[in-house]
């Protein structure tokens, strides 16, 4: 099969994830995923579990009328409890620092997401870590970038005994009317509408 026609999938961790955060909030994640999937067909997991990419858009844009929270894909973060799940996980908590860790999750993006761009971007003192994940024919997807930063926030924190704080968080959709939730989980105001979505940080954490 060539790259053009190649169907792209992601790991099942983030739904493992996923359903408890939802079950945390109150919500029956089953039910959740019914509705948000509603009449639409879906294939059946791979024997690998993994699912396929282009199908997170419909549940990610339901999520929002489903739920009736405006910022739930921070809530699903704030109550998520991360943990290794897969094989990106443990890597990240077998490197020798962060920037190692860093460079693992860069170099094998792809067994998360075969949709993510995300890179390592190191100037002077600051550091932009770039979390793009792309859709074809839709935009970055509000609650699910919103919710993956928070959580990527706090493993990242949790191997290295909490000592990861942000500079500064950018998102490429508009900014949402209300950003109260944003400065209280985030500890700050992030920037909206940039050209990638980033968690920007000191490079003396590196090591």
Same mark, same amino acid.
């Given at each position: 099969?060539?790259?053009?026609?190649?169907?792209?999938?992601?790991?099942?961790?983030?739904? $493992?994830?996923?359903?408890?955060?939802?079950?945390?909030?109150?919500?029956?994640?089953?039910?959740?995923? $019914? $509705?948000?999937?509603?009449?639409?067909?879906?294939?059946?997991?791979?024997?690998?579990?993994?699912?396929?990419?282009?199908?997170?858009?419909?549940?990610?844009?339901?999520?929002?009328?489903?739920?009736?929270?405006?910022?739930?894909?921070?809530?699903?973060?704030?109550? /998520?409890?991360?943990?290794?799940?897969?094989?990106?996980?443990?890597?990240?908590?077998?490197?020798?620092?962060?920037?190692?860790?860093?460079?693992?999750?860069?170099?094998?993006?792809?067994?998360?997401?075969?949709?993510?761009?995300?890179?390592?971007?190191?100037?002077?003192?600051?550091?932009?870590?770039?979390?793009?994940?792309?859709?074809?024919?839709?935009?970055?997807?509000?609650?699910?970038?919103?919710?993956?930063?928070?959580?990527?926030?706090? /493993?990242?924190?949790?191997?290295?005994?909490?000592?990861?704080?942000?500079?500064?968080?950018?998102?490429?959709?508009?900014?949402?009317?209300?950003?109260?939730?944003?400065?209280?989980?985030?500890?700050?105001?992030?920037?909206?509408?940039?050209?990638?979505?980033?968690?920007?940080?000191?490079?003396?954490?590196?090591?």
């Amino acid at each position: 099969m060539s790259t053009a026609s190649a169907v792209l999938t992601h790991s099942p961790t983030l739904r $493992r994830l996923l359903y408890e955060g939802l079950l945390s909030l109150g919500w029956d994640p089953t039910d959740t995923y $019914r $509705r948000a999937y509603q009449g639409v067909p879906l294939l059946p997991p791979t024997i690998s579990g993994r699912e396929e990419h282009d199908n997170a858009p419909l549940f990610w844009e339901a999520l929002q009328d489903l739920t009736g929270d405006s910022d739930i894909g921070l809530h699903l973060a704030e109550v /998520m409890k991360p943990r290794p799940l897969d094989v990106v996980s443990y890597l990240l908590l077998a490197s020798r620092d962060l920037r190692e860790a860093l460079q693992s999750f860069v170099r094998y993006q792809h067994i998360l997401s075969g949709g993510f761009a995300a890179y390592l971007d190191e100037h002077g003192e600051s550091v932009r870590l770039v979390l793009d994940l792309n859709y074809r024919g839709f935009g970055s997807l509000r609650q699910q970038i919103e919710c993956l930063a928070l959580l990527l926030i706090k /493993m990242l924190g949790s191997v290295t005994d909490e000592e990861f704080q942000v500079q500064g968080v950018d998102f490429r959709h508009p900014a949402p009317r209300r950003l109260s939730e944003h400065k209280r989980l985030f500890g700050l105001a992030p920037r909206f509408a940039q050209a990638h979505d980033a968690l920007v940080f000191s490079s003396s954490l590196l090591n």
